[in-house]
Every structure is written in C-alpha cells, then in structure tokens.
C-alpha cells in the first residue's frame, strides 16, 4: 500500500438545518498534508476539527425552560391551593356535624323522650356506618377512583341531612346517622389520605386542615344551641343540608370524578402507587403493626374528643346546673381545639412531634381532673377550652406520623383505613359514657374520659417503640 499526496482540498459544507439559531460550526481542513490511500477504491482521509454544536432541541429547551416551568409550577401551586380548599370545606362540614350533638342531645332526648342510653343509639349507629366506610374505602377507591369515591360520600350525607330536617320518628332517625357514618367515612379517609401526599409544607397544611375541622365544630353548637329552643328545633339539619350540596358541588368541580393520581399530576405529583391490586393492597395494609396501633390510638382519641365535646352540654347541665346557654361550652371546648393544632405547631417541632403528644396527653389529664373535682360552672367552661387546646395538635401528630414511618404504597390506604377507624372511635366511646350515664348518672363522664387518656399514653409509647423515623420504602 503506498500513500500519495492529494493536491485537492475537500470541502466541508455544515448541516446548517441542524443547527440552532445563532449556533457556528468550523470545519476546515488540517494544515497537516492529506494523503489518498493506494486501494482499489480512491479513499480520501483528511484531519477535521469541528467546533462542538449545540442541538436545536436542546437549546430551545434551556432557552424556554426557565419561563416554561414558572407558568406551570404557578398553575400547579394555584390548583393545589383550589384543591386544599376543597377538601377543607369538607373538613369543616365533619366538624359542623360532630359538633352539632352537644347541644341538642338533650333537646333529643325530651323530643323523642329516651334516656342517656337509647339516646346513644345515634352514635352506635354512626359507628356502624363509620367501620362499614372505613372497611369499603380501599376497595371503592380502587374500583371508583378517589373523586367518585369523594362524591360518593357526600350524597350519602346529603341524603342523611334531608332525613333528619324533617324530624321523623326515632328509628329513621338514628338510621339517618348510619347513612351520615358512610359518607363521612368515605370522604374522610380520602381527604386526609390525599391531604397527607403534598409535598411542600405537608406538616403545616395538616395541620391546618385539621384545624378546619375544629373550625366547623366551633361554629355549629352557636347555631344548635339556638335551634335546641326552638319548636322545629330539626330544622338545624337544613344548615347542614345547605353545607353539604356546596361540598358535593365543590367536590364535582374541582375534582371531576378523576382517579388520585391523576388529580395529583394536575399539581406535579407523581403518585407510584399504582402496582397492585386492591387485594394486595389490604394485605398489606392489615399485616403492618403500626397501622394498627396507629389506628387504636385514633379510635381512642378522637373517642375522646367527640365525647367531650358532646356530653359536656349535658355534664354542665346536670351536674353542674347550667342553663339554656350551656350548649356554648361544647363552643368553647372545639374552638381550643381549632387554636391548639395550629398554635402549638411551632412546639411540636421545637420538642419533637413523639414527646410533644406524651406532654399533651399528661397535661390533658391534669386539666380533666380539675374538671372532675372543682365544681365551678365558669372554671369548668374555661378548663374545657384548655383540654380542647391540648387534644387539638394531636390529630395532626398522627398523620404525619404515618406519613413519615408507613410505606408509601400503602400510604393513602394506610391513612384511610386509620381515619375511618377514628370515626368509629367517635361513636363508640361517647356511645359507652351514654350507657354508663343511664345506670351512674353523668357525673361518670370525666372518669370514663381521664380512663381513655390513660390508654391512649400506653399506645402512643408502643408507637414510638415498635416504630423507625423513617418510611421503609
């Protein structure tokens, strides 16, 4: 093989529709001799240097990447915002609904003329409504989807309120707190299952939307309170009513009957629990200890909130001898509640989320006994504010406790199934001090409260104990 020198330099002409706007590129030819290869065939070799040149996709991506992703972080910041609302509203409607009962259980009760114990029955049946809600979620939600499922709840409470504005007999009555037990179990699990998957600020919004609730408990006993004087005292129900149809019209709108992940790409979070099916799901989600014992405590504590804030009425009249305007108290009771998840926040993660509850729950049992002890109408009315403010913070304590520690697959179903458990919780145990009440009298009330408190403190160490910080993924 022999080499010749070639005198004729090639030329290079660029691909100019492969390159940007603006964008150069060089060739030219070495100073270095070209040689032609003796082959059979005449092949030219010749050294080119070419500048390096940016793709055209590329460079239009960084040139309209900055102001690309500000319009649509903006749109998804300003749907999630839609989105938390929402689900606010239906909070508030929750806590409108628990804290309706104090005030007009007594009016109830002369009414329909039952003692502590039949009158009870609405909570047992409320109880049953919530566990068959709470048992249905997992499958609903994945048959359905989340926004059908949400939907699906709040007719079941529309049709609830339109049962009892009318006052009918006894038994309809109580039937219509089953119904209401469903929908607020549906749409409770979902909620703070889909409140718990935000990313940014997820602890404050929490708490927040916790707050909500304690919101909706505060303002409705100022509403019962003057309906429970009133000769169609059941015409309450027609402010609930009137909640509940601008909560499903809320629910179709913003959410328009799409599945959770997708209602979740709308503001730029990538739901990766899609994998299994929902009988894997329920596996995995009734194998798993923390869920249980996160669900226990849930049931006892908010047992022990509804209970308070819904016999109090009832303490501070027969025992205490209040008047017509003690349904306030249960007023005061949730409004410490609403201050105290949003208040002490700065504490919770001063101290730790895990000690700052053990302190709560400690304290809580302090002020309950001076409830117990001191026979003070206004000294009552004023502890029970403080009791409120101290259960309040840990609601939201639990849930970003799972969120933290429970696999994130099983997340949403997680935090459902331990709401819906909740729920339940508040109709049974105010359902027990009713019972109880028949046979002891009322005065049984902060005995049966301090009791639950204890129990709750034991759950809540084998929580901290059996638990890690972080989720297991």
Not at 292 to 301: Q, S
Request: with cysteine; aromatic share 10%.
């Amino acid at each position: 093989m022999s080499l010749s020198p070639v005198t004729i330099d090639p030329v290079f002409t660029p691909d100019k529709a492969n390159l940007a706007p603006g964008a150069t590129s060089i060739c030219r030819v070495s100073p270095e001799p070209s040689y032609k290869l003796g082959l059979t065939e005449s092949v030219t070799v010749d050294a080119i240097e070419l500048s390096p040149v940016t793709p055209v996709n590329k460079q239009n991506y960084d040139s309209e990447n900055p102001s690309v992703l500000s319009a649509r972080y903006r749109t998804q910041r300003t749907r999630e915002k839609i989105q938390f609302v929402t689900l606010c509203l239906f909070n508030y409607l929750c806590g409108w609904n628990d804290g309706s009962n104090g005030p007009l259980l007594p009016r109830i009760q002369k009414v329909y003329g039952v003692g502590y114990a039949v009158v009870s029955l609405i909570f047992i049946c409320a109880c049953v409504g919530y566990i068959t809600g709470a048992v249905s979620n997992v499958i609903l939600t994945e048959k359905l989807g989340f926004g059908k499922v949400m939907v699906l709840g709040s007719l079941c409470q529309v049709l609830a309120y339109c049962i009892e504005s009318t006052g009918p007999p006894f038994p309809v009555f109580v039937f219509a707190y089953f119904i209401n037990g469903i929908g607020l179990a549906l749409q409770n699990a979902n909620a703070v299952g889909y409140v718990a998957c935000l990313k940014e600020n997820a602890e404050a919004k929490i708490g927040v939307f916790a707050a909500v609730y304690g919101a909706g408990a505060l303002s409705s006993p100022l509403v019962a309170t003057q309906f429970s004087h009133l000769p169609h005292w059941n015409l309450h129900f027609l402010t609930s009513l009137g909640i509940a149809i601008i909560n499903t019209i809320a629910l179709i709108t913003v959410f328009r009957l799409k599945p959770q992940a997708e209602c979740l790409s709308e503001i730029g979070i990538v739901d990766s629990d899609n994998s299994t099916s929902e009988h894997s799901h329920l596996r995995q989600i009734f194998a798993n200890r923390d869920v249980h014992l996160l669900a226990a405590f849930t049931l006892l504590y908010v047992g022990a909130e509804v209970t308070l804030g819904g016999w109090i009425v009832t303490y501070i009249i027969d025992v205490r001898g209040g008047g017509p305007s003690s349904g306030y108290v249960s007023s005061g009771f949730f409004g410490g509640l609403m201050v105290g998840r949003v208040a002490l926040l700065w504490l919770n993660k001063k101290i730790g989320e895990r000690l700052a509850l053990f302190i709560y729950t400690v304290l809580a049992i302090i002020t309950d006994f001076i409830v117990w002890f001191v026979p003070s109408l206004i000294g009552d009315a004023i502890v029970v504010c403080v009791i409120g403010m101290l259960l309040g913070p840990m609601y939201p304590i639990i849930v970003t406790h799972a969120r933290r520690t429970l696999p994130r697959r099983i997340l949403t179903g997680s935090i459902g199934w331990i709401s819906g458990v909740g729920q339940a919780g508040s109709a049974m145990v105010p359902f027990m001090v009713g019972a109880i009440a028949q046979t002891a009298g009322m005065k049984t009330l902060q005995p049966v409260v301090i009791g639950v408190l204890g129990i709750m403190t034991g759950l809540w160490a084998l929580v901290c104990y059996g638990s890690s910080s972080r989720r297991p993924d």
